[in-house]
């Protein structure tokens, strides 16, 4: 027996895309919160015409609203427990799978069979479309490997040319070290030359005086042993005078600390160089990423409006990406919800569960805009590998880890990162902000009125170029503004 593979998407709200919250029916069968038909309805009461904002039903008189007990029950079993999906041998078939064998054999009679023949032509179309899908994902494919091959061509021309700046630098910085080694070596020997050759000078002097004292003292012997006592008398005061000291040698021990003052300021110098070769080689060794916030420091965050806007970027959206229920308009800038209408081209960048939208543009480096809502718009930022097919809520801006939006209703925020809810508080305005510093990791949003209010910030590290995205909910529309 066949069972019902429950989900999520079955318990949401397609006015406020969340969970229903005090569901309630309307006659034509289908589910809201009684909160979202009521300010839905409200707007309609100047028409007194009232629809069913899925099927666009008309009824003459406002229906009466009950709370649908049974459904209310089933949200909060999911809300504790979740869904669990049937065991795939209890099913039969289902609108997904090939045609049931026993229908084939004629000996299951529980629903209705085709021939092979008409299911044959059925599935031929759905495979031309495959085929066409495959063939312009193959495109897509190709063109992203040039981009790549474009990407390593870059990478290697500018890791070449920061060797070659670099081996030039540290050429030059020898260059200079060879110079100064010269100039102290020259100097030093200079010095050494003027210092021995007056040492030499004074040397030979000296050896002199020592050989007249030596002559002095023999004849002070000689003298000494005279008995004439005349003479003695006569010859002493000429023999006893003595000259005055031709040096000392302390006038040399300043020339043994110039020497020594020189190895002292070479080994500074040393000392120095190593700390300073010890820091830069630090940065240098840094991750990319790290290497790029401390650029990034180095420039001061903006303060004013003024400030932001000198990172204004000039951003569309990707025609490819939008889901059919989004019509874009103003040379696409603009997303309007206008329900399952738009024929849009299968693509397989486009969501196709949900009202989103990417930007053509990735977002790298420091990046400013603005966008004017009306109504319940998702203001969001995403990695190109988000998730786009099918209608699981992992799809929906801020609900995975590939995506950061800000929730925007018209009288609440609340930012959503992985599925995780935070409140935020802010003056309500219709245009928000969004300034993106891509290498520091910082994403935040801003209420735009006269004044420019910060409504939530994000630190965070970004391993992807981001794209801007935006998430309209029903009757509603935003635009990407154009910053002067």
Sequence with gaps: MAQNQLDREKFCCSICLDLLNDPVTVPCGHSYCMKCIKTHWNKEDEERDYSCPQCRKTFTLRPVLGKNTMLADLVEERKKTGLQAAPADHCYTGPEDSICYLCSVDEHKGHDTVSAAAERTERQRELE?????????????????????????????????????????????????????????????????????????????????????????????KLSHTEDHNQFLHDYPSLSALKGRIMMLDEFVESVRYFQGVTAAVSAVRDKLQDALKEEWTKISQTGTEVDVLLSQLEPEPKTRDEFLKYSHDITLDPNTANTQLLLSDGSRKATYMGPTQSYSGHPYRFTGHPQVLSRESLTGRCYWEVERRGIVYVAVAYKNISRAGSSIKCVFGHNDKSWALYCSNNSYNFRYNDVMTPVSGPQSSRVGVYLDHRAGILSFYSISKTMTLLHSVQTSFTQPLHAGLLIGYSSSAELWRLK
């Design 129 to 221: 479309g495959s085929r066409l899908n495959i063939q312009q994902r193959i495109q897509d494919g190709e063109k992203d490997v040039k981009l790549l091959q474009q990407e390593v061509e870059a990478i290697n021309g500018s890791a070449d040319k920061a060797v070659e700046y670099s081996e030039k630098m540290f050429t030059e910085m020898i260059r200079l070290m060879e110079k100064r080694r010269s100039d102290v070596k020259q100097r030093v020997r200079s010095q050494q030359e003027t210092e021995v050759s007056r040492a030499r000078e004074l040397q030979e002097k000296l050896e002199q005086e020592i050989t007249e004292l030596k002559k002095r003292d023999a004849e002070l012997q």
